[in-house]
């Protein structure tokens, strides 16, 4: 090789190098960055992934045309599991394996992110802002794992404050889902009693995505608790609360927010009148918050909702983390990112750091009324 030829080859590489370092890191590349999400888009809970999905989605489309991320658009892999975790697992083995995935996001449930946490931590691949307040994902800080959104423990306290202190309530039973989110749930709401002096006043299980809730009311009524905190999806709860109601069986029925409000209303009609539910984004009306404003802009469409919101929200904190771990990224730098971000959205602030995976500890209250979900600070 004769000296100009091994120069002109040395100027190749240089030039080459960036593309050849992107294309090094799985699921990057010169022009592209493609991360998966696992999560439920049909069955009884399919409201909450396609909400996540169509919040995420229309933050990226939005990033993506205006250039995308240090010139790489952002390309959301998305697939159905049902909310069965056996299908979890199966599309998540395909993601990380076949498509090669930059990190794994926006997964809906605790069973479900049993089931994908493994097989993300033994490929060291991101798992990022499921739809979940589930602790195991939260303590101890993994490696990888970060959350958005305020803990089970956080939602169950402050609906446990309300119905003890505003209503005076004392004899508190759980209707709850037979599997690892229901006793994630359960742990959270026995926690909140203990403190006040009370216990679990009555139980009943039902299965996962299961509509048959009627032997678990019956069961319920026979005890005749003052309120039911229900564990479940949107479709099982509007069930429960129907067949409660054609059985004299009168009660509160209170929620944390996995229940997938905008489906929950849809699903109950006016029965669901009086419902308390709390949420761990703001309410997708409150065009108060610059965040908001800028969700209901991308979204183009009237069809707004919490869970669409917390995959906006997801999105966007997604963007800058990546943004900030510079124009050729691994994932080691783009996770170094994440531990020191502290950003306020628009009205909503997100804060991480080395010992801290969880971005938000706020919890919103509301009050079903009228098909709308009103927030509201006690309840009466």
């Given at each position: 090789m004769?000296?100009?030829?091994?120069?002109?080859?040395?100027?190749?590489?240089?030039?080459?190098?960036p593309?050849?370092s992107?294309?090094?890191?799985p699921?990057?590349?010169?022009d592209e960055?493609?991360i998966?999400?696992?999560?439920?888009?049909?069955?009884p809970?399919?409201?909450?992934g396609?909400?996540m999905?169509n919040?995420?989605?229309a933050y990226f489309?939005?990033?993506?045309?205006e250039?995308?991320?240090?010139?790489r658009?952002?390309?959301l892999l998305?697939?159905?599991?049902?909310?069965?975790?056996?299908r979890t697992?199966a599309h998540?083995r395909?993601?990380?394996?076949?498509?090669?995935?930059f990190?794994?996001?926006?997964?809906?449930g605790?069973?479900t992110?049993?089931?994908?946490?493994p097989?993300?931590?033994?490929?060291?691949?991101?798992?990022?802002?499921p739809?979940?307040?589930?602790?195991?994902?939260?303590?101890p800080p993994k490696?990888?794992?970060?959350?958005?959104r305020a803990?089970?423990i956080?939602?169950?306290?402050?609906?446990?404050?309300?119905?003890?202190?505003?209503?005076?309530l004392?004899?508190i039973?759980?209707?709850?889902q037979?599997?690892s989110?229901?006793?994630?749930?359960?742990?959270g709401?026995n926690?909140?009693?203990l403190?006040?002096?009370?216990?679990?006043?009555?139980?009943?299980?039902?299965?996962?995505?299961?509509?048959?809730?009627e032997?678990?009311?019956k069961?319920?009524?026979?005890?005749q608790?003052?309120?039911?905190?229900?564990?479940g999806?949107?479709?099982q709860l509007?069930?429960a609360?129907?067949?409660?109601?054609a059985?004299?069986?009168?009660?509160?029925f209170?929620?944390?927010?996995?229940?997938?409000t905008?489906g929950?209303?849809r699903?109950?009609?006016?029965?669901?009148d009086?419902?308390?539910?709390?949420?761990v984004?703001?309410s997708?009306?409150?065009?108060?918050r610059a965040?908001v404003?800028?969700?209901?802009?991308?979204?183009?469409?009237?069809?707004?909702d919490h869970a669409?919101l917390?995959?906006?929200?997801?999105?966007?904190?997604f963007?800058?983390a990546?943004?900030?771990a510079?124009?050729?990224?691994?994932?080691?730098t783009?996770?170094?990112?994440?531990?020191?971000l502290?950003?306020d959205l628009g009205g909503?602030?997100v804060a991480f750091?080395r010992?801290?995976?969880?971005?938000?500890s706020?919890?919103?209250?509301t009050?079903i009324?009228n098909g709308?979900?009103i927030?509201v600070?006690t309840?009466?």
């Amino acid at each position: 090789m004769t000296p100009r030829q091994l120069l002109r080859g040395l100027i190749l590489i240089c030039l080459l190098a960036p593309g050849l370092s992107a294309a090094a890191e799985p699921g990057l590349s010169a022009d592209e960055i493609r991360i998966g999400m696992v999560n439920a888009q049909s069955g009884p809970a399919a409201a909450l992934g396609l909400g996540m999905l169509n919040g995420a989605q229309a933050y990226f489309k939005r990033v993506n045309a205006e250039g995308g991320v240090h010139g790489r658009r952002i390309s959301l892999l998305s697939l159905d599991d049902g909310y069965e975790p056996s299908r979890t697992a199966a599309h998540t083995r395909s993601l990380l394996k076949t498509q090669q995935v930059f990190a794994l996001f926006g997964y809906v449930g605790t069973p479900t992110s049993r089931a994908a946490l493994p097989l993300a931590l033994r490929a060291q691949v991101p798992y990022l802002f499921p739809f979940t307040g589930a602790e195991f994902l939260r303590t101890p800080p993994k490696p990888g794992v970060f959350n958005i959104r305020a803990s089970y423990i956080e939602e169950t306290e402050q609906l446990v404050e309300r119905v003890t202190k505003d209503l005076k309530l004392s004899k508190i039973a759980i209707l709850m889902q037979d599997d690892s989110f229901g006793e994630s749930v359960k742990g959270g709401l026995n926690g909140a009693l203990l403190k006040r002096g009370l216990e679990i006043y009555a139980q009943a299980r039902i299965q996962r995505n299961s509509l048959a809730v009627e032997a678990a009311i019956k069961s319920l009524q026979l005890s005749q608790p003052e309120a039911v905190f229900f564990v479940g999806t949107y479709r099982q709860l509007a069930v429960a609360i129907k067949q409660a109601k054609a059985t004299g069986f009168n009660t509160r029925f209170i929620s944390v927010s996995f229940i997938g409000t905008a489906g929950f209303i849809r699903e109950v009609g006016s029965d669901g009148d009086g419902v308390y539910i709390t949420q761990v984004v703001p309410s997708p009306e409150d065009t108060s918050r610059a965040l908001v404003q800028a969700y209901q802009a991308d979204m183009q469409a009237s069809d707004f909702d919490h869970a669409s919101l917390e995959g906006y929200i997801g999105a966007a904190v997604f963007t800058q983390a990546l943004r900030k771990a510079g124009a050729q990224p691994t994932r080691e730098t783009f996770l170094d990112a994440l531990e020191h971000l502290n950003t306020d959205l628009g009205g909503f602030k997100v804060a991480f750091s080395r010992s801290q995976h969880q971005g938000s500890s706020a919890v919103f209250l509301t009050r079903i009324e009228n098909g709308q979900a009103i927030p509201v600070s006690t309840m009466r």
